[in-house]
């Protein structure tokens, strides 16, 4: 497969909940959730947590003269403050260069765009959404699904989060990469990985990412955390792994890092897991996911 085949997938934000800068968190990050995929001239983001600013001027940088309209697919999990509160900072949504295409959840009864545009309101923020000078197409995730863009097609699935949250897969004719944050998979599996009381989201769970290439999934927790946190619609990292193992994924990103958990934290937590899966067969990489790294796919 030539380079220019590949999937450039970059972590922009990699933290849950709320942003977490600091001497702390300089190795994995303290902004919070955005990551994006590229591919050829094809850029889908996901979330647009504080790690979009940083995306943005990444793209502002490679600005051209070219009078054609770039498209940005932009995928929102859902509408938490901590997956769209960078939104109002992503500079090329004011540049008329650029075309972006929103997409988020059929549940907020047709008020998707009103929630973005709720967050800058006068009362939070000095710069209505009406201010951006992009076109800005808001999509609320019906029946139009999957989309075709480019060769590559995205499909999503509802997942278990208060409010609501949604993971979205990019099928390209050569790889499988999934987007899976905010989902509390310990409702639905034991902690063998096995199914609990015949879930219905669980099985489905397993389908969608059956022999992904790469997941990037939310693992906030430890277990002994997540006795505490029942009900916050987030998992374990020990269910996370054990269910994409059992799924055959080939690579998990673990993702929505703890606002508590420091760099020296997630070492220790990451070399304990890596010891467990690395002689496991199939062979599944796993890694924590850090804010500013680059894979080629």
């Keep these: ?7 450039l997938v970059t972590f922009w934000g990699t933290r849950g909940s709320i942003a977490t800068p600091g001497r702390s968190t300089e190795k994995f990050g303290g902004n919070t959730s955005c990551v994006s995929f590229k591919l050829n001239n094809d850029y889908f983001i996901f979330d647009a947590g504080t790690g979009i600013r940083g995306l ?9 003269d070219s009078k054609e309209e770039q498209t940005l697919n932009l995928f929102l999990s859902h509408t938490h ?5 960078g939104l109002p900072f992503f500079q090329p949504a004011y540049h008329p260069a650029f075309k972006m295409k929103i997409f988020g959840s ?13 967050q800058m309101d006068s009362s939070y923020f ?6 951006f000078g992009s076109e800005i197409e808001v999509n609320e995730i019906k029946n139009d699904f999957p989309i075709d863009i480019g060769n590559s097609q995205i499909t999503y699935q509802e997942l278990d989060h208060p409010g609501g949250s949604l993971s979205f897969k990019l099928n390209t004719p050569n790889k499988t990469i999934i987007y ?8 639905h599996f034991d902690d063998n990985g096995e199914i609990l009381n015949n879930s219905k989201l669980g099985q ?8 992904a290439d790469l997941l990037i999934a939310d693992g906030q927790y430890t277990d002994e955390e997540y006795k505490t946190k029942v009900g ?5 990292v020990s269910t996370l792994l054990k269910v994409a193992h059992r799924a055959e994924v080939k690579q998990v990103a673990v993702y929505h890092h703890d606002p508590m958990h420091t760099d020296t934290f997630l070492d220790e937590l990451s070399a304990t897991y890596l010891q467990k899966y690395q002689d496991l067969e199939p062979l599944m990489e796993v890694f924590w996911a850090r804010e500013g790294l680059t894979l080629a796919i």
């Design 204 to 211: 489905e769970y397993l389908d969608f990412i059956q022999s």
């Design 126 to 131: 000095p710069v209505p959404m009406s201010a």
């Design 180 to 187: 899976a944050t905010d989902h509390e998979l310990n409702f």
């Design 56 to 64: 943005g001027v990444e793209i502002m940088g490679t600005l051209s």
């Design 1 to 7: 497969m030539h380079v220019k085949d590949k999937i």
């Design 232 to 236: 916050w619609g987030h998992s374990s």
């Design 106 to 118: 059929a549940k907020k009864d047709g008020m998707l765009e009103s929630v973005l545009d709720g």
């Design 81 to 85: 403050w901590d997956h769209i509160q």
